[in-house]
């Protein structure tokens, strides 16, 4: 793992314990007001080095209107691209079932300056159902890929359309 939201404070601590959690690796920045992409770079250049299979990297978001922090994203895609070539693989945006319809917009600037490949819903343990993805999906065609309905490791599950849709009218 690679801790690279450097712009919230408690962010690098909840992914050590979620490192320490799932028995993972994670790198960190080394000093304080590190830039995130040098973070990254430094953790997909490490697993490059030992063989793993994935490096998942965390980076600031749900601010879309934040311009610093879309050109560090920016800046994290380039650094990874340029450790492994044609990487990042995969880049998820996490998005909370809680927002409503202001995920539209945050996915839609997100998919133009990164290019998001797919969705992660979350906090869908509550009374959110998260329904607004729904319109996400159908106008720029990004695919859901996982649901997170809690805070256990086992809580990040695949996306089910049939379930997702049955809880939404249930």
């Given at each position: 793992m690679a801790?690279?939201?450097t712009?919230r404070?408690a962010?690098t601590d909840?992914l050590e314990i979620?490192?320490?959690?799932t028995g993972?690796e994670?790198?960190i920045?080394?000093?304080?007001n590190a830039?995130?992409?040098?973070v990254l770079?430094?953790?997909?250049?490490?697993?490059k080095?030992?063989g793993?299979?994935v490096?998942?990297?965390?980076?600031?978001g749900?601010l879309?209107t934040?311009f610093s922090?879309m050109?560090?994203?920016?800046?994290?895609k380039?650094?990874?691209?340029?450790?492994?070539?044609g990487?990042?693989?995969?880049?998820?945006?996490v998005?909370?079932?809680?927002?409503g319809l202001?995920m539209l917009p945050?996915a839609?600037?997100f998919?133009?300056?990164?290019?998001?490949?797919?969705?992660?819903l979350t906090?869908?343990?509550?009374?959110?159902?998260?329904g607004?993805?729904v319109?996400v999906?159908?106008?720029?065609?990004?695919?859901?890929?996982f649901?997170g309905?809690?805070?256990?490791v086992e809580?990040?599950q695949?996306?089910d359309?049939?379930a997702?849709?049955?809880?939404?009218?249930s």
């Amino acid at each position: 793992m690679a801790a690279g939201d450097t712009f919230r404070a408690a962010a690098t601590d909840q992914l050590e314990i979620w490192a320490e959690r799932t028995g993972c690796e994670i790198v960190i920045a080394e000093q304080e007001n590190a830039k995130a992409s040098s973070v990254l770079s430094q953790a997909v250049k490490r697993g490059k080095e030992e063989g793993f299979d994935v490096v998942l990297c965390d980076t600031s978001g749900r601010l879309h209107t934040n311009f610093s922090l879309m050109e560090e994203l920016i800046a994290c895609k380039k650094a990874v691209g340029k450790v492994v070539r044609g990487a990042p693989n995969e880049i998820l945006l996490v998005l909370d079932g809680n927002t409503g319809l202001n995920m539209l917009p945050q996915a839609r600037e997100f998919n133009e300056v990164v290019g998001i490949t797919g969705l992660i819903l979350t906090k869908l343990d509550g009374s959110a159902r998260g329904g607004c993805v729904v319109s996400v999906v159908d106008e720029l065609g990004i695919p859901v890929k996982f649901v997170g309905v809690g805070e256990g490791v086992e809580d990040l599950q695949p996306f089910d359309a049939e379930a997702f849709v049955n809880a939404i009218f249930s």
